[in-house]
């Protein structure tokens, strides 16, 4: 036997000739051990079938899988024509495009870095609400995107008055739609550079903003990409530390699950009990060789 004083067949024969002990095993020296731990004898067909389970194990390791990056996701909402598409495109981009075609609510994504932690960013753009005399237009998309979203980010621009006089109707629809989980909101006054066409004074977003009980920021997404990168990140910052939502938290736990499951070992299931006591009898034949190298 392997475990025993005089130890096994290939041990001995490479003492015999002045090579290592220990090292990894020829396919030949594989029988030999097996042949050593089945003194009663087993079918050629069988040691091949444990020999190949044995290499897919050593060969072949589970791999290791990488755990998904959490998903922020925020919805965009505003007049038309406020620059929110705009506001989008240069937080995730850094570019400034002056000219787009009518907002159909487009989905942007992005990975990016936020305090160490690599996240995914999903920024809902939304079509714009506009007011009629009978109150606001609102899409169903936008119901929908304050339903789907973490945090939600209002736009208004500085040369247009009627879509700052907005803001109020789109908070109290945030806050209805959102009821008990209420999203976080955060206020962007857009287009801060166009000095000579300015509508809303430059205390009047602070003060909504407070009313409101919200963060915020004036910003220009054509001249300074660093305002509009400092009001969205901070926003993803408040985002990460709080804990997931419970929906997340199952995927997590789901997707933990099926990790485990692909980390099961590769040996094949046996098809009959000889099988199964052939395998346990060839783990204990190779516990007792590693013992006895180690002795060595």
Same mark, same amino acid.
């Given at each position: ?133 009978? /109150? ?31 803001? #109020? ?43 409101? /009980? ?62 199964? #006591? ?19």
């Amino acid at each position: 036997m392997i475990g025993s004083d005089r130890g096994c067949v290939i041990d001995r024969r490479r003492r015999a000739n002045r090579e290592p002990t220990g090292t990894k095993l020829s396919l030949d020296e594989k029988l030999v051990c097996l042949h050593c731990a089945f003194p009663d004898g087993i079918e050629r067909k069988s040691k091949m079938r444990l020999i190949h389970n044995m290499t897919t194990i050593a060969e072949y390791p589970a791999p290791e899988y990488a755990v998904p990056n959490r998903v922020i996701k925020m919805a965009v909402i505003g007049g038309s024509g406020v620059g929110k598409t705009a506001l989008v495109v240069r937080f995730l981009t850094r570019r400034f495009i002056g000219d787009y075609e009518r907002n159909a609510g487009n989905l942007y994504s992005r990975e990016v870095q936020v305090d160490g932690e690599q996240v995914t960013i999903q920024v809902q753009d939304t079509p714009g609400v506009e007011m009629t005399d009978n /109150g606001i237009s609102l899409p169903d998309h936008v119901t929908c995107s304050i339903q789907w979203a973490d945090a939600v980010v209002l736009v208004y621009s500085v040369t247009d008055r009627r879509s700052f006089d907005l803001i #109020d109707q789109l908070h109290q629809l945030v806050v209805r739609t959102g009821g008990a989980n209420m999203p976080p909101v955060i206020l962007l006054a857009n287009k801060a550079d166009l000095l000579h066409l300015r509508r809303v004074d430059s205390q009047q977003g602070p003060l909504l903003a407070g009313t409101l /009980g919200c963060s915020f920021y004036e910003v220009s997404a054509s001249e300074d990409y660093s305002q509009v990168h400092r009001a969205f990140h901070r926003l993803c910052c408040q985002l990460a530390k709080q804990p997931p939502p419970a929906s997340n938290s199952s995927h997590n736990n789901s997707a933990s699950a099926a990790t485990e499951k692909r980390r099961s070992p590769l040996i094949p299931r046996p098809k009959s009990p000889n099988m199964q #006591d052939l395998k346990r009898r060839f783990k204990q034949a190779l516990s007792a060789k590693v013992r006895t190298v180690t002795s060595v």
